[in-house]
């Protein structure tokens, strides 16, 4: 209650729940183009849905400028780098297509789960517009 009348209501623009697991990548929130889309996407030997999934969210809603840098900080590879590091938080900010217009936006990726050996398997993706970040 306190975080509503200090803040306000966050205004998520997407939540994924992604296991690094085959099939493991759901949009949880988020706009319905992006979740009709995913239900298409198939694990396959090279790639797995995830990394369909932000590679092609990348090209077609990222600001060219920001591309490369969102594709490796939001790459598995990277995350897992991370998160096995200590890391408990990894973010980045850029401008994203949304419903037309590039609006700024802070994606925010957590772990939520690692494996017996200490790997990741489980992770959250928040993407936040800007304007509802507490100052």
Do not use: N, W
């Not at 897992?80 to 590091?85: D, E, G, L, T, W």
């Not at 994203?96 to 992770?123: K, S, Y």
Request: hydrophobic letters at 35%; one cysteine or more.
């Amino acid at each position: 209650m306190e975080y509503l009348q200090k803040y306000g209501e966050s205004k998520y623009h997407k939540i994924m729940l992604v296991s690094l697991s085959p099939d493991g990548c759901r949009i949880l929130k988020g706009p319905q183009d992006e979740k009709r889309l995913m239900e298409f996407l198939e694990d396959d030997f090279h790639i797995g849905r995830y990394e369909k999934m932000l590679q092609l969210v990348v090209r077609e809603k990222v600001e060219e400028d920001a591309r490369g840098q969102v594709s490796r900080l939001l790459s598995p590879e990277y995350l897992k780098m991370q998160f096995c590091s200590g890391k408990t938080k990894v973010s980045c900010s850029y401008l994203r297509d949304i419903d037309g217009r590039l609006c700024p936006v802070t994606a925010l990726v957590f772990p939520r789960r690692f494996g017996e050996q200490g790997e990741l398997e489980e992770f959250m993706i928040y993407i936040i517009m800007e304007d509802a970040l507490p100052q």
